[in-house]
C-alpha cells in the first residue's frame, strides 16, 4: 500500500508562488509516475503535470512556462513549483501515484488534498 500526503497550500494574491509538496511512503518501490492534479468547484479533476521515475516531465499547456514539477528520491518526495499564479488555478491540488506500463495505468494512490487559492 502507498500512501501520499500532500502540503505546501494556502492563500496567495495574483502573481505569487507556491510550492507544493507531496511525500510518499509504503510501497513505494510500485510508483513509476508521480502526477499533480488539481479540482475547481464543479469542474473535473485535470492533469496539471507528471514526472517518471527517469525524470521524464510533462505538463498541461495552461501551467507550461509557470509550474515546474520536480522530485527529490532520497525524500521520496515530488513538489510542485507554481510561479506567476492565476485566479483561475484557484483549485484543491492532489497528487497522484501510478504504475504504468502502456497502455495500462494501476492506480497505487492519491493524496488528501491541498487547497490553493489565488486572490486578485
Known amino acids: 500500500q502507498v500512501q501520499l500526503v500532500e502540503s505546501g497550500g494556502g492563500l496567495v494574491q495574483a502573481g505569487g508562488s507556491l510550492r507544493l509538496s507531496c511525500t510518499a511512503s509504503?510501497?513505494?518501490?510500485?510508483?513509476?509516475?508521480l502526477g499533480w492534479y488539481r479540482q475547481a468547484p464543479g469542474k473535473q479533476r485535470e492533469l496539471v503535470a507528471q514526472i517518471t521515475t527517469s525524470g521524464t516531465t510533462n505538463y498541461a499547456d495552461f501551467v507550461k512556462g509557470r509550474f515546474t514539477i520536480s522530485r527529490d528520491a532520497a525524500k521520496n518526495t515530488m513538489y510542485l513549483q507554481m510561479n506567476h499564479l492565476k485566479p483561475e488555478d484557484t483549485a484543491v491540488y492532489y497528487c497522484k501515484g501510478s504504475r504504468d506500463s502502456s497502455p495500462y495505468t494501476v492506480v497505487l494512490s492519491w493524496g488528501q488534498g491541498t487547497q490553493v487559492t489565488v486572490s486578485s
Open positions: 509504503g510501497r513505494i518501490f510500485n510508483i513509476n509516475t
